[in-house]
Structures are given as structure tokens and as C-alpha cells.
């Protein structure tokens, strides 16, 4: 199985600008997560999807963001307009949630560098 | 979720085996306990989970005590790939897929 595959691994943009990161699930999963890692805020959960419904988006920063899964094997984070704040890397896992057990796979992450 | 208490930091010599100790006191009981952890530049890794039996797979062992209240995760022959940061995280059982990550634990194993 291929895993978790995000693109692009590294963005390097400028504050202003439109960033767009994707993630493709592991086939067969249903569930899908968006995560960002800071030094200052460690690893934190930003929203995820059941079955393509987003179930919890409490972790949003703000309206700059953005996340949809148009199917079940494709989802992207949005980021409009981007800020230096945002840099950070960011990690998309899925789960496939069996009665009441799952465990989430992690991608390797995109790098976002906001100038 | 009940919240975690993880030491910030170990040292292990490599071939010696790792504990891990984790402090959920406010453990609830349909809170399992799981553990992941995160190498350097990857993401993070799911290594093993319980309730309350002792468990064990190919990568660890998870030891919970009899009141649930703290556990022990233990790599038996730490390798210097086992250079991470662990983290212990507790879950409602049925609830939310939710993980909320700590600061967890960096073990450096040392050659």
C-alpha cells in the first residue's frame, strides 16, 4: 500500500497568496484528518471528515482556511491569503473506523513557508 | 479526554529496553489508552493501544496498572531508530476519532 500521500512535500510562498495543500487517503479508509505542527503549539487537530462529511472543524484557525473532500480518495486544505503565521507543517492521516476502533495513518507532511 | 502527564526527556543505552511512563489519573472507564510516536521530520506513527489487559505486538508493550490511573510502554531492544518523541494519548472508546497530542516524551537512544 502506498500509505498516506501528500503533495507538495515543501511550499515556500508569500504572505498574500493562495496556498492549496492536497492529501490522498489510503484506499479503503473512511475517515480523513488535517493536523499542523508548530514548535510553539505542537501537533494539533484542525478538522476531519467521516465518509467525506466534515464531522469536527473546531481546530480551524480562522475564515483563511479551508477544507473539503470532494471523494473519498481526495482532500485539500485551503489557505486564503496566507500569512507568516501559517508556517508550519502540516499532515493529513486517515483512519478506517471498524465498529468503534481505528488508527490513524500519518502522511509525511508538507512543509509551508510563508514569507 | 482525560489529559496526559509524560516526562519531557529519556536516555536509553541501545540493546536495553525503553519504559516509557505515562500518568492518566482522570482516566475514565471507556478511555483507551494509545500510544504514537513521531520521528524526526515524519509523521507520527501509530505504536500500540489498550484498555486495561497488558498488550503486546511487534514494535511494544503497553503495561497498565490495575487502577488504570498511569501505564508504561516498553520498547524491549531499543535501537537507535527508535530516536523519537512518544506520545501517550487517551481516547473515548466509541467517541470521537479525535487524537489530542501532548508534548510526549523524546527518548534518545544512545549508541
Known amino acids: 500500500d502506498a500509505g498516506v500521500i501528500q503533495s507538495p512535500r515543501h511550499e515556500v510562498t508569500e504572505m498574500g497568496q493562495e496556498v492549496t495543500l492536497r492529501c490522498k487517503p489510503i484506499s479503503g479508509h473512511n475517515s480523513l484528518f488535517w493536523y499542523r505542527q508548530t514548535m510553539m503549539r505542537g501537533l494539533e487537530l484542525l478538522i476531519y471528515f467521516n465518509n467525506n462529511v466534515p464531522i469536527d472543524d473546531s481546530g480551524m484557525p480562522e475564515d483563511r482556511f479551508s477544507a473539503k473532500m470532494p471523494n473519498a480518495s481526495f482532500s485539500t486544505l485551503k489557505i486564503q491569503p496566507s500569512e507568516p503565521r501559517d508556517s508550519a507543517v502540516y499532515f493529513c492521516a486517515s483512519s478506517k473506523l471498524q465498529g468503534a476502533q481505528s488508527t490513524q495513518y500519518f502522511g509525511p507532511g508538507t512543509r509551508l513557508t510563508v514569507l | 479526554d482525560a489529559k496526559t502527564t509524560q516526562p519531557p526527556s529519556m536516555d536509553c543505552a541501545e540493546g536495553r529496553a525503553a519504559n516509557l511512563p505515562c500518568n492518566h489519573s482522570?482516566?475514565?472507564?471507556?478511555?483507551?489508552v494509545y500510544w504514537y510516536r513521531q520521528i524526526h521530520s515524519q509523521g507520527p506513527q501509530y505504536i500500540i493501544h489498550?484498555?486495561?489487559n497488558n498488550e503486546t505486538n511487534e514494535m511494544a508493550s503497553l503495561i497498565i496498572t490495575e487502577d488504570r490511573k498511569s501505564s508504561t510502554l516498553i520498547l524491549p531492544h531499543a535501537t537507535l531508530r527508535d530516536t523519537a518523541v512518544y506520545y501517550c494519548i487517551v481516547r473515548v472508546w466509541g467517541g470521537s476519532e479525535k487524537l489530542v497530542f501532548g508534548k510526549g516524551t523524546k527518548l534518545t537512544v544512545n549508541p
Open positions: 489498550g484498555l486495561k
Open positions: 482522570t482516566i475514565s472507564g471507556n478511555e483507551y
